[in-house]
């Protein structure tokens, strides 16, 4: 009888029943004024009177009004290059121990995003708030005295200066509390190990010795890890090695376009729950199993506002027009899509974060996240959000039966007229491209109103060139970050794409 895992399960049973919803509206008004308190001493505060703003008759309209959008050049270039420099007090009181190192899926130099000791403890709490929700999945007592597998980079941290930096996943599995040391694996000494393969081969080698329920990382990462694993043990699935495995917590990238891949190496159906983790901060959970949507974490330490993601509001290379409406979580609608707006107890503030998401549920303010401000393929009008390039490919898989857990696409001039060209990671063999690309075309058509009128226009067709998933593999791990892997992207710019083009020709 799993006597402890009882009492946790118990416990977190009871957490659930006794725990109320906070009011968003509220919640979010009293982070607002929160961040505004405590920095209103800052350089930054001090510039843009934080004191005069709470002292307004309305903080979240002086908010807004008085203290421009900043992404991340901006911020760097004005602010934290003299928190990277060790000055002190700058966005937020002091100065951060760690920086995120983050290329994202733009720009040739990592990004390096502070991570202070608040934002560190907001990340843990959204955690232990991540686990309590597991009293809505239904999951057996035995699951809680399992051990967990969290892939992600190295935990041995660059020092540069007075700081530590490395991945945002790097940094918070070397900060994990010691009541969890005990379920995390593959442990201290493994997570350190700076390279990627020579990592996996150790998880490999000491997989059997584990008793993991749950897995959490990147899609592309950890299908290539338990690869590994099957392949050391000689195993027809990772359910003979781990046969206790009942969940997965996705993040970095949607999961839907590596389901069908990441199931083939289950014996049996895991529960799949998605999360909302950036170098910015913890964002959302899902919560329920009934939807794939996310829940804004409201209450611990980020303050949210939504542009609406519109043509007449955002430019073509993703940043905000200034005469764009900014609205508050009071104020958002259903099923319109918004760019992701936040400041954060990490000193981040008024941040595009890059992403754009779209509301749900209003009154659990769960979110979907719909793409990326620079990644919609907009060079002739499509207004193509990379969920919907999902739906696309996951309805190819359906209708081909076969598995496309990777691909990339750019809109490319040729003989002066555009294309949408797909690269397709798939083992299909003899494909028909021309097909294939008819039945994208179709699909998108019918599912976006501004891809179809594109299509009559300035949109001419449609190409597809299908290559083995490795070589999405390769070109990830010819751009390794530290102990990690990059994220594909899902849209390039042009100039980005002939560079993946002559890597995919020349494998």
């Not at 008024?350 to 779209?358: N, Q």
């Not at 401000?373 to 009008?381: E, M, R, S």
């Not at 008819?438 to 226009?457: G, H, P, Q």
């Not at 067709?461 to 070589?471: L, N, Q």
């Amino acid at each position: 009888m799993a006597i402890i895992g009882n009492i946790i399960k118990g416990v977190i049973n009871l957490k659930d029943a006794i725990t109320f919803e906070p009011n968003a509206v509220e919640a979010q008004q009293k982070v607002l004024k929160d961040l505004l308190e405590k920095a209103k001493n800052t350089a930054f505060g001090e510039h843009y009177k934080f004191q005069d703003i709470l002292d307004s008759e309305n903080p979240e309209q002086a908010f807004s009004k008085n203290i421009p959008f900043h992404d991340y050049n901006k911020m760097s270039e004005e602010w934290w290059h003299k928190l990277v420099e060790g000055e002190s007090d700058i966005t937020w009181p002091g100065k951060p121990d760690y920086f995120a190192l983050s290329s994202g899926t733009t720009g040739k130099t990592s990004k390096r995003i502070p991570v202070t000791d608040d934002m560190i403890e907001a990340i843990q709490q959204a955690g232990i708030k991540q686990v309590f929700a597991l009293s809505n999945f239904d999951l057996p007592a035995e699951f809680f005295e399992k051990e967990i597998m969290m892939l992600g980079s190295s935990t041995d941290l660059n020092q540069n200066k007075e700081h530590l930096e490395g991945e945002i996943s790097g940094i918070s599995a070397s900060r994990i509390p010691d009541w969890f040391r005990g379920y995390y694996k593959p442990g201290e000494k493994i997570a350190k190990i700076d390279d990627w393969d020579e990592r996996v081969s150790h998880i490999a080698k000491n997989a059997k010795n584990w008793d993991i329920g749950a897995l959490s990382g990147i899609p592309s990462w950890l299908e290539l890890m338990l690869s590994e694993v099957i392949k050391y043990h000689n195993a027809k699935t990772i359910h003979d090695v781990w046969p206790n495995l009942q969940v997965y917590t996705s993040g970095g990238v949607a999961f839907g376009p590596y389901e069908k891949s990441f199931n083939a190496l289950l014996e049996k159906p895991i529960t799949v729950i998605d999360t909302y983790l950036a170098s910015e901060g913890f964002i959302a959970y899902q919560v329920r199993p009934d939807t794939k949507a996310m829940k804004l974490i409201v209450d611990n330490g980020i303050y949210f506002e939504f542009v609406p993601f519109k043509p007449e509001y955002v430019n073509q290379d993703g940043s905000i027009k200034e005469s764009a409406p900014c609205l508050s979580i009071a104020d958002v609608e259903l099923d319109q899509d918004y760019v992701l707006i936040i400041s954060t107890v990490s000193g981040a503030w008024r941040y595009l974060i890059g992403d754009t998401i779209a509301f749900t549920n209003l009154e659990k303010h769960e979110i979907v996240i719909t793409g990326r401000t620079k990644f919609f393929l907009n060079t002739v009008g499509s207004q193509l959000s990379v969920n919907k390039m999902d739906d696309a490919v996951q309805y190819l898989e359906e209708k081909l039966d076969v598995k496309i857990p990777e691909y990339t696409l750019a809109a490319k001039r040729i003989n002066d007229e555009f294309y949408h060209c797909w690269y397709l990671g798939s083992e299909m063999d003899n494909p028909d491209t021309e097909q294939i690309a008819k039945y994208l075309d179709d699909f998108l058509a019918e599912a976006n109103k501004n891809y179809k009128v594109a299509r009559s226009k300035a949109l001419k067709g449609v190409k597809v060139t299908v290559v083995k998933p490795a070589i999405f593999h390769e070109w990830s791990g010819s751009n390794k970050k530290k102990g990690g892997q990059v994220k594909m992207e899902r849209v390039m710019n042009e100039e980005k794409f002939e560079a993946w083009e002559d890597f995919a020709k020349g494998h």
